[in-house]
């Protein structure tokens, strides 16, 4: 997979994800794309200058600013694997995305997610957007350190979450329980819907507690990654 984007690119080679090689358009220069250069050299991962005709049989979008990198696939774990992971001093604090198919959106979710210190997230295999170069490039590199599992079945795996005395609370505007007076201290994986739609009735029933986020505008709603973040934020908040 190509990822564009030179701060995606610069996180990617922090991280413990596989960057296989960096093609830079010849004329490409600045600080950033020496930081490239450097951690690149550091990790042995080679850099190849590209002229603009080959550069742009890559395929990359204007907005790759002359850079790209080839990465291996994003990581996945097992939902097992990811119930398995330690949090020193932290309860364990999951996101599970639900039916959010725009690449756009998902990435400001995962990207939000990262910011607020979410241990791990949990993607159904349908009904979501694949991790795609938008995803990653929307999320600004956070794919390249958030845990990621996919789930053949949303429903399943939150039933095999509470299993784990973790606590489903699902973002719902007709949600019984204000987001702002819910006790956060808690195991707990939050649930987002896709915009519009919002969580299906099937997630909507296995949800322990549905919260809404109070409004007091004239606006009956906000964008599902917006949401997502000031529920995150607001379960962060609670813990520090």
């Not at 990790?43 to 990465?71: N, S, W």
């Not at 291996?72 to 996101?95: G, K, N, V, W, Y």
């Not at 949600?175 to 702002?180: K, S, V, W, Y």
Request: hydrophobic content about 45%.
């Amino acid at each position: 997979m190509y990822i564009h984007g030179r701060n995606p690119i610069i996180e990617a080679l922090r991280s413990s994800s596989r960057v296989a090689k960096i093609f830079i358009r010849f004329g490409t220069q600045g600080h950033i794309v020496e930081e490239i250069r450097r951690l690149a050299r550091n990790h042995g991962v080679p850099v190849t200058q590209l002229d603009k005709q080959k550069f742009d049989r890559l395929g990359a979008p204007r907005e790759a600013q002359g850079i790209v990198a080839l990465v291996e696939e994003i990581t996945q774990l097992s939902l097992e694997d990811m119930l398995a992971l330690r949090h020193e001093q932290d309860p364990p604090f999951l996101l599970a995305v639900d039916n959010v198919t725009d690449p756009r959106n998902l990435g400001a979710i995962l990207r939000s997610a990262e910011c607020a210190g979410v241990h791990g997230i949990i993607l159904p295999q349908r009904d979501s957007s694949p991790i795609t170069d938008v995803v990653v490039k929307t999320s600004a590199g956070a794919t390249a350190h958030l845990p990621i599992a996919r789930v053949g079945n949303l429903n399943q795996a939150m039933l095999r979450i509470k299993q784990a005395d973790i606590w489903i609370a699902g973002l719902d505007a007709e949600g019984e329980t204000d987001l702002l007076d819910f006790d956060a201290f808690r195991p707990l994986c939050l649930v987002v819907g896709s915009e519009g739609k919002g969580l299906r009735p099937i997630i909507r029933n296995s949800c322990d507690i549905l919260l809404r986020i109070p409004m007091w505008g004239k606006v009956a709603s906000l964008n599902a990654s917006v949401a997502a973040a000031i529920a995150m934020y607001e379960v962060r908040r609670k813990r520090v």
